[in-house]
């Protein structure tokens, strides 16, 4: 198991070890990433035979080597990282077919490819505006990416009728709703912007639409938008009435609101969220 501690923006990765690496998680992590032995330690900068030693070890050692392998397993962007660094030190049709392989592994998650597209939408933006409002958008990163996740999911239930994606909102102690994101972050600057083709072109407008207006506030308007929808949706911090949000809920807590406001079109979503983060930063959540 892998996790992530995050300061701020900054990053500071925890490898936490279950147990000591075993020879069929060394296996395991040959076949899911298409990678022969050689190979996978040419690119981890090892000996050739390093691999094959581990796998042939009676008791494989708790080292620096294993917990690397360790990672592996449990981070395929990390593994990304590694291949497309280290491409020129393997045969091109060994990184090809790696590099399939490792794509393959976030194709079936709807929320990180939306985290993707989220992204792309975000450096598209950046790109137009002045030094200041790319400065107030890199102050907050990850705050911003699960906005944006959030506000998208909700108007998608609302003008699509369904989920763009399974997970639930589920706000941990920092207060982010999703923990894929939070723990997937660094890794979005390793996968391909091909992934996001996967979703439909309504999705990409809302998913846009949603980043369009967030990208005009900073990271004190978020914080406190994101506590109230916290509030919202699960109570105080000290009376929390739930603390996992099905999707049929979240549809419902705001459908109400969407009916008074005649949130019907894409277009609405914009006059919506403005006045949303206006009345919430009049009012802050306690």
Not at 131 to 148: D, F, K, M, N, P
Not at 234 to 239: I, K, R, Y
Not at 256 to 282: M, N, P, S
Request: hydrophobic share 35%.
């Amino acid at each position: 198991m892998t996790t992530v501690r995050i300061y701020g923006d900054a990053f500071d990765w925890e490898v936490v070890m279950g147990n000591v690496l075993t020879k069929e998680e060394i296996l395991k992590i040959l076949d899911q990433y298409k990678i022969g032995r050689k190979p996978l330690a040419k690119l981890l900068g090892w000996g050739e035979t390093t691999v094959m030693q581990y796998i042939n070890c009676e008791n494989i050692p708790d080292n620096e080597y294993t917990k690397k392998l360790k990672r592996l397993l449990d981070d395929p962007g990390y593994y990304r990282e590694l291949l497309v660094e280290g491409k020129d030190n393997i045969t091109p049709i060994a990184y090809r077919k790696s590099l399939e392989a490792v794509d393959t592994c976030f194709k079936e998650s709807k929320i990180l490819i939306c985290a993707l597209w989220a992204r792309e939408c975000m450096n598209e933006k950046m790109a137009e505006v002045g030094r200041q409002e790319i400065r107030c958008a890199c102050e907050s990163g990850l705050l911003r990416l699960e906005t944006v996740l959030l506000w998208s999911q909700i108007f998608s239930l609302r003008l699509l009728g369904y989920p763009l994606f399974e997970d639930d909102f589920q706000p941990g102690k920092n207060g982010l709703p999703f923990k894929v994101p939070e723990e997937n972050y660094i890794k979005l600057v390793t996968l391909p912007t091909s992934l996001a083709d996967s979703l439909s072109p309504e999705a990409k407008a809302i998913i846009s639409k949603v980043n369009e207006v967030i990208m005009w506030y900073g990271p004190t308007a978020l914080a406190t938008l994101m506590k109230a929808e916290n509030y919202r949706l699960c109570g105080s911090p000290g009376a929390r009435r739930r603390r996992v949000v099905k999707t049929d809920t979240l549809k419902r807590a705001y459908g109400e609101a969407f009916d008074q406001t005649g949130v019907k079109r894409l277009k609405d979503i914009e006059t919506y969220l403005q006045k949303r983060i206006a009345f919430v930063k009049k009012n802050p959540p306690q």
